[in-house]
């Protein structure tokens, strides 16, 4: 199994700093981030490159708002990521906002169109190989929802979305 996907809401500007780089060392240095921001967090889990590939077409590009729902954003630790120990993506409120009218505007069905198993694993989906047509209802259904809910709620509190690879 390959990386795991996590999303937190932050505030645009946290106990008064404003770069999301320092936001991300001071929230994701602390080992218990995930407890400190249960309230906030949404796990995606290893699911993550097909569920990019359902919301995009693509197993790593696309267009926005589409994919800024998974690989979207900007990516912080490009140098740090060992310091951290994770991979941070930042995806800043002004994208947060696209993305999330994109998924509350698109029905699972029409994402469901592309679980293709097979074409997933030939575009080179991390996992496409542990997939089979039960997980387009049980994985990615409530996962879709679940980022649905989340975005919403992000967009609508003007929040920023940091998304962990671990």
Same mark, same amino acid.
């Given at each position: 199994?390959?990386?795991?996907?996590?999303?937190?809401?932050?505030?645009?500007?946290?106990?008064?700093?404003?770069?999301?780089?320092?936001? /991300?060392?001071? @929230?994701? $240095?602390?080992?218990?981030?995930?407890?400190? #921001? +249960?309230? *906030? %967090?949404?796990?995606?889990?290893?699911?993550?490159?097909?569920?990019?590939?359902?919301?995009?077409?693509d197993?790593?590009?696309?267009?926005?708002?589409? /994919?800024?729902? @998974?690989? $979207?954003?900007?990516?912080?630790?490009?140098? #740090? +990521?060992? *310091? %951290?120990?994770?991979?941070?993506?930042y995806l800043?409120?002004?994208?947060?906002?696209?993305?999330?009218?994109?998924?509350?505007?698109?029905?699972?069905?029409?994402?469901?169109?592309?679980?293709?198993?097979?074409?997933?694993?030939?575009?080179?989906?991390?996992?496409?190989?542990?997939?089979?047509?039960?997980?387009?209802?049980?994985?990615?259904k409530?996962?879709?929802?679940?980022?649905?809910?989340?975005?919403?709620?992000?967009?609508?509190?003007?929040?920023?979305?940091?998304?962990?690879?671990?």
């Open positions: 199994m390959g990386l795991a996907m996590s999303y937190l809401r932050v505030p645009p500007v946290l106990e008064g700093e404003p770069d999301p780089g320092r936001i /991300a060392r001071h @929230v994701f $240095g602390d080992a218990n981030w995930r407890r400190r #921001g +249960a309230r *906030e %967090l949404f796990e995606l889990g290893w699911a993550w490159q097909a569920m990019h590939f359902l919301v995009t077409g197993a790593w590009e696309g267009r926005q708002p589409e /994919a800024d729902v @998974v690989c $979207g954003g900007r990516l912080l630790t490009e140098d #740090g +990521a060992d *310091e %951290l120990g994770m991979d941070v993506i800043a409120p002004d994208r947060v906002k696209p993305a999330a009218d994109h998924l509350a505007a698109t029905p699972f069905a029409d994402v469901a169109r592309r679980f293709d198993p097979a074409a997933m694993g030939r575009a080179g989906v991390q996992d496409a190989g542990r997939l089979d047509g039960a997980a387009r209802d049980k994985v990615f409530p996962a879709y929802k679940g980022l649905a809910d989340f975005f919403r709620v992000a967009a609508t509190e003007g929040q920023a979305v940091y998304k962990v690879m671990a």
